[in-house]
């Protein structure tokens, strides 16, 4: 009998024992009394099968007995022990059809609630708990019925009306045996700080304190809270050599790596186990014991409970992995075809493991997004985010890493790779440029990480900044303090190049030399030393240290760049032959000074050394004015401005090149090319700068220009500034005088413009005319985007659908494919099957796709076959936007299915793996609240309503607020 029973049964007994004269409409005879007792203490004693025959015989004897229905319900509960609960339903039913004492008809209420519940009838077995409620009086009765709904919620994971039943019974002093069950519903719904206050409170007499501490900081370790674990258990010290909180101890060490208390307690711990010997062999994997560990876990295999057979399983798995990746690999593989349930998500971070560290990034990012799903911790999801963060960024995909790295530092603030989350966010920033942030996120690892293995390296990029915005005297300070802490090896050769080149650009040769001296041969310490001599027009040492450094390139750009700083140094040697031969080898033969410095300035940048290419291309400008290399030499310095980010000089210095050209007429090719650099700098630079001032003035210079090239293609150039800064009127305008004056340049893309612009100020009818012209002509995909744009502004779905079908009859276009099938969706889904299968052989797998054909087939009921493509859509795409779509979905098919419970699960997913999905969490918690409701989970229903209160719309709040008032 189990110990719901054997309670309930007790209280039954209570009530049948009750005063004869407040059960009894007629006093019985003492016999008849006698014989029920009789009967009574039969069934306390568990004698059952003495019951059943004494039963027939009072029967027999007394067949009017007012105690009849009290034997009745004795059968019942006999039956019930025996799990034959619709018999024993059946017989409930029968006797609250008689007219029952009142007692007895609700001790029938709540016996009949028990069976109800075991039958999984939980909405019909709370109601018959309700009518107790509403009815009785009993103290014990109501205790036993708020026991039942606390156990039936908590056992739903319904831990909100779990926790009012417990509430109830604990403010009632009713339930001490149920002091444990209440604090795991705190823990459940992270209800921290009132599980730790009531753990306080709590008796260390009773008979689940110990167990219930073992909880608590069970709960601190899987939610990453270590430092509060670590104080908690200095606070229960007494407590630690019990054996599952000395594993809570070992978990932590091992987490922490902090080896020295895990030998520790191994070495002194008096308890045993597979748990202990699993830790041992990790143990004694740290220390390279690799046979002793392996044995330990080829035991464990064999004999360990089922988790810990797996977990020594990818353990030796691992062993394996070192000396055959291959190998185990395969094995892995074929382990997780046999689908074992049992630790499924380690199984899969082990293989993502594998796969990182074969450099398979990509195959990593697939099994670690699998095991997200299937983690139940949020110790392994911790690991599991970072290494997410980590594979992206060894794609060199900085902008997943750096959602990823920030999602690990929102979702963890104790995790342990915090330093390094924040360190790689900040290199992500600096290599973007984006300094300011990094530096942000390098001094939050300085000062709040100071032992940190990053915060040298975060000094480092700190000092990497200010050496790249020229802040060199800080950049010199910052590389010396560190040059001091670092042993010799590479990373110091870094530094000392730093150092000296720090000292060369703020022109302090002595020093800049001395630094140089601290290197080791190599191409950049003599590149340097020989840009340190020419500076100091010392060009005979510059010779030999350039010559050094050719000896130590290793690509042709490095031997190109060398050689032309030989040549221009052998030219201020005035060596010509020599400076000509040199030229000659790289640059085909032709022999001025002047194109070699310009050749020798175009090396430096395209090398990316703006600040020497800048200072050549000045130096050719004050020597050469007159070279026929002149213009291209300021179109040069013109794109060194643009790339140092200086765009107004860029801007001005382009100007410059092409007012040169106002009063010519007619081009050379060459001149045409150059003039085709200079129209996309010029472009370029103003699109950065967006200031339509300066746009506005370049418009109004244009008529003063002689040639008709120049004219046509600076007004081709200002419409196009005008549509990007969305100023139409000026597009249109522009676009006119495009036609009017320039008939022979009439092109398509001018009259997308146009079309475009007439679109955006509401001209409708003409830009109708003009793309339906448009495409009739051409047939272009753009044309016909536009055009079916308009109907989409007017609502005509029928004329849009029918544009983009038309379109994809002649071809399959990505971009336009995917609009037909969003307009489509907005309208209904209709001839949404025609238009999928006019894509799907080319298309089919585009994630943006999917993510329209998901709901399409929710839709249209086809729930199986969008379950089918939800898992492949998590399976596949490595962006978790689209997983958190096909999660959201999956508990919508769930839900259409009528499995309701299944489906609040999954919402629960969602809302725990992305957090940042707002409408999508939106959605969810609406699904899942009405799912609480068709379960009959109101409770449940009403405190989550509450909970969401900040995320649901307010289309969301009126609807369930209807619902839930009329539940009530």
Not at 805 to 816: K, P, Q
Not at 853 to 868: F, M, Q, T, V
Not at 935 to 942: Q, S
């Amino acid at each position: 009998m189990s110990e719901i029973k054997r309670i309930q049964c007790l209280i039954l007994l209570i009530i049948m024992l009750l005063p004869l004269s407040m059960a009894a409409r007629a006093v019985p005879n003492n016999q008849e009394s006698y014989a029920y007792r009789f009967i009574a203490n039969l069934y306390e004693l568990g004698e059952r099968d003495a019951l059943e025959s004494e039963i027939r015989a009072f029967e027999a004897q007394y067949p009017h007995s007012h105690f009849r229905y009290n034997l009745r319900l004795i059968r019942a509960n006999i039956m019930q022990e025996k799990g034959m609960h619709a018999e024993a339903l059946d017989t409930f039913d029968k006797l609250l059809r008689e007219k029952l004492d009142l007692g007895l008809r609700h001790q029938v209420y709540l016996s009949k609630a028990v069976s109800l519940l075991a039958t999984k009838q939980y909405s019909e077995g709370i109601l018959q708990l309700d009518l107790l409620e509403n009815e009785s009086k009993n103290p014990m009765l109501i205790s036993r019925a708020n026991l039942y709904r606390a156990r039936t919620y908590r056992m739903l994971g319904q831990h909100y009306g779990a926790l009012r039943y417990y509430q109830h019974l604990i403010d009632d002093d009713a339930r001490e045996d149920v002091q444990y069950e209440y604090l795991e519903s705190l823990l459940k719904l992270d209800k921290q700080s009132e599980a730790e206050l009531f753990l306080n409170q709590m008796d260390e007499a009773y008979e689940d304190y110990v167990k219930s501490q073992i909880t608590y900081c069970k709960y601190l370790l899987d939610n990453n809270r270590f430092e509060e674990l670590t104080a908690h258990l200095e606070s229960i010290k007494k407590y630690q050599s019990e054996p599952n909180m000395e594993l809570i101890r070992l978990r932590l060490a091992f987490i922490t790596n902090d080896y020295e208390s895990a030998e520790e307690i191994l070495t002194q711990t008096e308890n045993s186990g597979d748990y202990f010997d699993y830790y041992q062999g990790l143990y004694l994997l740290n220390n390279d014991r690799i046979d002793e560990a392996d044995e330990l876990f080829i035991g464990l295999v064999r004999k360990g409970d089922a988790q810990l057979s797996v977990l020594a399983y990818l353990e030796r798995i691992k062993i394996l992995f070192k000396s055959e990746p291959q190998e185990a690999v395969r094995q892995l593989k074929a382990f997780m075809a046999q689908k074992q349930p049992v630790a499924y998500a380690q199984q899969l971070y082990t293989m993502s493991h594998f796969a990182y560290v074969s450099e398979d990034y990509s195959e990593a990012l697939r099994y670690l997004a699998l095991a997200r799903g299937e983690a139940d911790n949020r110790v392994l999801l911790s690991e599991i985010d970072y290494m997410i963060a980590q594979s992206w960024m060894r794609l060199e995909r900085f902008s997943q890493a750096a959602e990823s790295y920030n999602r690990y530092l929102n979702l963890y603030p104790d995790g342990d790779k915090r330093d390094a989350s924040l360190f790689y966010l900040g290199y992500i920033n600096f290599k973007s440029k984006d300094y300011k942030l990094a530096i942000a996120a390098f001094n939050d690892v300085i000062e709040r990480y100071p032992q940190s293995e990053f915060a040298v390296s975060a000094e480092f990029y700190l000092a990497e900044i200010d050496f790249f915005q020229a802040n060199y005297s800080l950049s010199v300070n910052a590389f010396m303090s560190l040059n001091e802490d670092l042993p010799e090896n590479s990373f110091r050769q870094h530094v000392s190049l730093r150092i000296a080149q720090c000292y060369y650009y703020l022109e302090n040769y002595p020093e800049a030399l001395a630094w140089t001296e601290h290197l080791a041969e190599s191409y950049d310490k003599y590149i340097l030393w020989g840009h340190i001599r020419f500076n100091q027009t010392e060009y005979a040492f510059a010779i030999d240290a350039f010559e050094k450094a050719i000896r130590h390139a290793d690509s042709d750009v490095q031997q190109k760049e060398i050689k032309s700083y030989l040549a221009l140094t052998n030219y201020k040697l005035k060596r010509y032959d020599e400076a000509s031969r040199l030229y000659l080898e790289l640059y085909d033969g032709e022999e001025s000074p002047d194109t070699f410095l310009y050749l020798s300035a175009k090396s430096a940048y395209a090398a990316g050394d703006f600040n020497l290419a800048y200072n050549l291309f000045e130096q050719f400008v004050d020597e050469f004015p007159e070279s026929d290399l002149f213009l291209a030499v300021l179109t040069d310095m013109a794109n060194v401005l643009f790339n140092m980010e200086n765009y107004e000089d860029a801007f001005d210095t382009y100007q410059s090149v092409l007012s040169r050209f106002r009063n010519r007429i007619e081009f050379n090719p060459r001149e045409q090319g150059l003039l085709a650099e200079v129209f996309t700098g010029i472009e370029l630079s103003l699109m950065q700068l967006e200031n339509s001032d300066i746009i506005n003035e370049l418009a109004d210079s244009i008529d003063s220009y002689k040639s008709h090239y120049l004219r046509f293609e600076l007004t081709y150039l200002v419409t196009r500034l005008y549509a990007q800064n969305e100023d139409w009127l000026d597009v249109l305008d522009r676009a006119e005088r495009i036609r009017e004056s320039f008939p022979e340049h009439e092109s398509l893309d001018l009259n997308l413009l146009s079309a475009q612009g007439l679109i955006k100020l509401n001209e409708y009818d003409q830009a109708d005319t003009l793309l339906s012209s448009l495409y009739g002509e051409t047939k272009d995909v753009r044309a016909l985007i536009y055009w079916a744009e308009i109907d989409l502004l007017f609502g005509d779905y029928d004329g849009a659908l029918e544009k983009y079908i038309t379109g994809l009859n002649e071809g399959y276009d990505e971009e336009l494919w995917l609009l037909a099938l969003k307009a489509s969706q907005i309208a209904d889904y209709q001839d949404f099957s025609i238009i999928w299968e006019l894509g799907e052989e080319k298309g089919g797998r585009n994630a943006d796709a999917r993510l329209i054909y998901l709901p399409y087939l929710i839709e249209s009921g086809k729930l199986r076959e969008a379950k089918l493509l939800a898992d492949l859509i998590i399976g596949e795409n490595l962006d978790p936007f689209y997983h958190a779509q096909a999660f959201y979905s999956i508990g919508l098919i769930r839900y259409e299915q009528s499995f309701y419970v299944e489906a609040i699960k999954e919402f629960k997913k969602l809302s725990v793996l992305f957090p940042d999905y707002g409408e999508l969490l939106s959605d969810g918690a609406y699904y899942s609240i009405l799912s609480y409701l068709k379960i009959g989970a109101r409770e449940e229903a009403n405190m989550l309503f509450l909970d969401s209160a900040e995320i649901l719309s307010e289309e969301h709040k009126e609807s369930l607020s209807e619902m839930l008032g009329e539940e009530r």
